[in-house]
């Protein structure tokens, strides 16, 4: 009997411990990636350099580049940058936006990269997603996924701890992201990818459910584990759907219709979840989430993070638009501004403003 399997993209290594990064060269080394210590490290212009201090000693062989913000033509320079120099690697070393600059170089030039993340703000560290700005706002690029993650805890907890609060929001937000694709399922008939499914909605439920605080190693191995996951699970699916449904839209509403006072984006996704749960009828669920991104000094409302109810209203009513073609329970109600008025007012009393 043939045996019937899929190969997953994923990393050839995931090291998520305190320290990690006192062993990146021979990590690299014993994994093929880079025995010769020949790499591009694209590092931030701010905290990035102190670590380039650091490590410069480790990595004698390296090149390494500044990367002045998140966008396509931070990307593009990159990648011009490194281009022809017979690097075995690119190496992005930072947060959310040195990370998805340094994959689309490394696809624009054909070389693995390896992912060193400084915090755990959100899901995209080992997605094969670039979240770059451009021209027009924000754009999404498909690039491969990272062929190694590599994630020191004594780094992450040296960074702003709202950084780790945005991560949990992220992470929890699946939940209500796997609710919407089951819903489009049962509603229009769109595939579920149930391994991607499966994983995502794990990672999760596993950051929902910890006990822990973002002073604890375990909870934040447990939370580094599911952005991991995450971002697995979207390269299984060949898409965002696994972590994205109506929480990000909200999220993306925000980032377009205020971009100089958005929020971090967990946070708005948290928020876009619990209140996503609530329109579902999934109210126990919708109580949970907020209680959870309560002691996690997460925002459950929007005046929380500067928002008047009128302005949230606009961004929910406006979601949709942010993902044409993608069905969440937002696209199911289509709810008009006064119902969603509405809508918000019974979440407020439920979660007990």
């Known amino acids: 009997m043939p045996v019937l399997t899929r190969l997953i993209p994923s990393p050839v290594v995931v090291d998520i411990s305190s320290g990690a990064l006192d062993d990146l060269a021979g990590l690299l080394a014993d994994q093929r990636i880079s025995a010769s210590g020949k790499l591009a490290v694209a590092v931030s212009d701010g905290s990035g350099q102190a670590l380039r201090e650091k490590l410069a000693p480790v990595l004698p062989g390296a090149d390494w580049y500044s990367v002045a913000g998140g966008t396509i033509d931070a990307a593009v320079q990159l990648a011009d940058d490194i281009k022809g120099k017979r690097y ?27 992912a060193v993340a400084t915090n755990l703000s959100h899901d995209g560290l080992c997605s094969p997603v670039s979240t770059l700005d451009n021209d027009n706002g924000r ?14 805890l004594d780094v992450v907890r040296e960074a702003p701890a709202r950084f780790v609060r945005s991560g949990i929001g992220d992470a929890i937000s699946n939940i209500s992201a796997i609710a919407d694709w089951e819903l489009s399922h049962k509603v229009t008939g769109e595939a579920v990818d149930g391994l991607a ?28 584990e599911g952005l991991v996951l995450s971002g697995i699970a979207m390269s299984i699916s ?34 876009g979840a619990a209140f996503a749960m609530h329109l579902r009828g999934a109210f126990e669920q919708s109580g949970l989430f907020a209680e959870v991104l309560r002691r996690h000094g997460l925002p459950v409302l929007p005046a929380e993070i500067g928002f008047s109810v009128d302005e949230f209203v606009q961004a929910v009513e406006y979601a949709p638009q942010t993902r044409p073609g993608r069905f969440t329970i937002l696209e199911h109600l289509n709810l008009s501004a006064d119902q969603i008025k509405d809508s918000y007012a019974d979440y407020a009393k439920a979660i007990g403003s």
């Open 88 to 114: 075995d690697a690119v190496v992005g070393l930072g947060g959310g936006k040195i990370i998805d600059v340094a994959k689309y170089a490394a696809a624009r030039v054909g070389l693995p990269m390896v």
């Open 139 to 152: 754009g999404s690029y498909g690039v491969p996924t990272p062929i190694a993650m590599v994630i020191d």
């Open 197 to 224: 499914a499966a994983m995502a909605r794990t990672a999760g439920e596993a950051v929902l459910r910890h006990p822990g605080t973002i002073g604890d190693d375990e909870f934040l191995t447990v939370l580094a």
């Open 238 to 271: 060949g898409d965002t759907r696994p972590s994205s449904g109506a929480c990000h839209e909200i999220s993306h509403a925000f980032d377009l219709l205020f971009p100089k006072r958005a929020a971090s984006h967990g946070e708005q996704c948290g928020l």
